[in-house]
């Protein structure tokens, strides 16, 4: 009888630890769980990546005068503008290179066999140098605001702004030689123009 109840008490006792060690698994996993909800869940909080909360430096807030420069340089005409500039300086200076390096720079065609002097060789490379400067402005004007009344019209900044930008930049300048001429103008910069891009890209 003894041994029964002993038994008996042992089974219990049993069946109480493992209903505890139960108790204690799910509680175990109901925590895991929340953790996981908090870390990586619906319940995770959105963080503020504010420099000045991640230890970085302050961003200070754009006054109406920076925000005005900001628009004005990247308006059309400001870029047009600066490519306009660019284009002179880069083709006064390729003039001057072709220039020096051009052996009939400052020779009379009436008299090819006099010798010119030093003034006449600098004034015939500043002619030309002048006109590439004049013809790398009017160009790089033309490319950069055509590119970005398309690129402003399109709504995307890719490679295609370029391709058609060249080719309207192209097919004006060679349309005062003729139709042929500006088809020509007009596939040949939109070619430069994309191999240009794709080497850039």
């Given at each position: 009888?003894?041994?029964?109840?002993?038994?008996?008490?042992?089974?219990?006792?049993?069946?109480?630890a493992s209903t505890s060690a139960d108790r204690s698994y799910e509680g175990s996993t109901f925590q895991y769980s929340m953790v996981l909800e908090h870390l990586i869940g619906e319940k995770r909080p959105i963080k503020d990546l504010n420099p000045t909360v991640m230890g970085g430096l302050p961003n200070p807030m754009k006054t109406d005068d920076q925000k005005m420069i900001e628009q004005g340089m990247e308006s059309c005409a400001f870029k047009a503008v600066l490519a306009c500039v660019g284009g002179f300086v880069l083709g006064g200076a390729f003039g001057v290179f072709t220039a020096g390096i051009d052996t009939n720079v400052g020779f009379d065609p009436k008299d090819p066999m006099r010798t010119p002097t030093a003034r006449e060789?600098?004034?015939?490379?500043?002619?030309?140098?002048?006109?590439?400067?004049?013809?790398?402005?009017?160009?790089?004007?033309?490319?950069?605001?055509?590119e970005c009344i398309i690129e402003s019209h399109r709504g995307k900044s890719d490679w295609k702004n370029a391709v058609y930008s060249g080719c309207v930049t192209g097919g004006a300048i060679g349309f005062r030689a003729g139709a042929k001429a500006g088809v020509l103008g007009c596939g040949g910069f939109a070619a430069f123009s994309a191999a240009i891009e794709y080497y850039l890209r």
């Open positions: 009888m003894a041994a029964t109840v002993g038994s008996g008490n042992a089974s219990v006792s049993d069946t109480q060789v600098l004034k015939d490379m500043g002619q030309r140098g002048m006109s590439y400067a004049k013809n790398f402005a009017v160009i790089g004007a033309m490319f950069s605001c055509t």
